[in-house]
């Protein structure tokens, strides 16, 4: 059975990050979120904290912890900002994430210490401007040439596209749409011909950074192929299916940072003489959204408790994505109608989180894209 208490390690996480989080991120977030600015700088400072590398294992570097306390930093990262969160949950669950699960032990020794520390911020690529969720028509190429590989193409959406120091990249090597043509490559920033392209305008999230990568005749090693050659699509598929978790957890940290500022409004706003909370409009409001709340943190969590035991997550990771996120719109939607015209303004952090909370329900895996996985692994 889960143990529904935080153990020793997330109680310390959380604290952790509440006292971080509050000197480092909670006084400029509105200025990094008006100018679209990506504090890498607080990212190298998670990394000394160890919460870069959550989950890698303490040979390379990393924390070694499990994904209770993965969701745990995630959560509370994104309470205060969820594009710090954001930032933080993408490098652990991709890029160290596939070379964590797929890498050679030269290619983890050499690069996961650098990434759980955020000595280098890592990328991750499969997204492309003309296929979104299907993949399996990707026009990124990878030839071979001799003991090379030579990519042409360009991926989108990417976070951390331009200030990534290191991308794993999934590329075409094989037949379009053949799930066992395409290939995973670890690309460093630096090797000619890969480069960021244009940063993305975004509604919310915007303190993370997402770009375009390029790729023109980029000359890539085979020793920088990422597990065999043609398996990068179903290794992806494995990675979503781990990083579906992050999104969860995402979800869940927007949907308390908003009703917790809720709760605390509803108590100082006074209408006809009376706090707004003594009225059933709005204490019923704050009832269903803590219900809400409660039912994805015990799918998010018993979706890292089969991945702490190794135990297969596509359907449990794809309804606790599938069901948080939509969530997290919905109680950040109410966060905003509870505070009325105040929740309207940027005085107040409620319209940050509504403008946050729809990215959840499109990155890593649209709802609908989460609603086939789910269907699918029922009918099987």
């Keep these: 059975m889960f143990d529904f208490n935080l153990n020793e390690n997330q109680q310390m996480i959380a604290d952790m990050v509440r006292s971080f989080g509050a000197k480092e991120i909670a006084p400029f977030r509105k200025e990094w ?68 699960m797929f890498g050679t032990e030269e290619q983890k020794r050499k690069y996961l210490p650098k990434l759980a520390t955020c000595e280098w911020l890592g990328a991750w690529g499969l997204t492309e401007p003309n296929t979104g969720s299907d993949a399996g028509n990707m026009r990124t190429v990878a030839i071979k040439e001799g003991d090379h590989y030579i990519l042409n193409g360009a991926k989108n959406f990417i976070t951390h596209g331009i200030s990534g120091d290191v991308a794993v990249v999934i590329a075409r090597t094989g037949e379009v749409g053949d799930s066992h043509g395409m290939t995973a490559f670890i690309i460093e920033r630096g090797t000619p011909g890969f480069k960021g392209g244009r940063k993305e305008d975004k509604l919310g999230m915007r303190a993370s950074e997402t770009a375009e990568m390029i790729f023109e005749d980029c000359k890539v090693h085979e020793s920088q192929v990422l597990g065999e050659v043609g398996d990068g699509f179903i290794q992806s598929m494995k990675i979503l299916d781990g990083g ?12 308390e ?117 789910i269907s699918r692994e029922l009918l099987k």
């Design 244 to 255: 579906r978790i992050s999104i969860a957890a995402l979800s869940l940290g927007i949907a």
């Design 257 to 373: 940072g908003a009703l917790d500022a809720s709760i605390q409004y509803s108590k100082e706003r006074h209408q006809f003489n009376k706090p707004i909370s003594s009225f059933q409009g709005i204490s019923f409001k704050l009832a269903e959204m803590s219900t809400q709340l409660e039912a994805a943190k015990l799918l998010t969590f018993k979706a890292a408790d089969l991945k702490n035991k190794g135990q297969k997550v596509t359907l449990a990771g794809a309804q606790a994505k599938l069901y948080a996120s939509e969530v997290c719109v919905s109680i950040s939607n109410e966060a905003v109608q509870i505070f009325g015209g105040y929740g309207f303004t940027k005085d107040y952090p409620v319209e940050k989180f509504y403008r946050d909370s729809k990215l959840c329900t499109i990155g890593e895996g649209t709802s609908e894209i989460q609603k086939l996985v």
């Design 33 to 100: 979120d008006d100018n679209s600015y990506f504090p890498i700088e607080v990212l190298k400072k998670l990394g000394e904290l160890g919460l870069m590398g959550v989950l890698v294992p303490t040979e390379y570097g990393g924390s070694g912890f499990g994904y209770n306390e993965y969701v745990t930093a995630i959560l509370e990262l994104t309470k205060i900002d969820p594009s710090v969160g954001l930032s933080m949950a993408a490098h652990n669950s991709l890029c160290t994430g596939h070379i964590m």
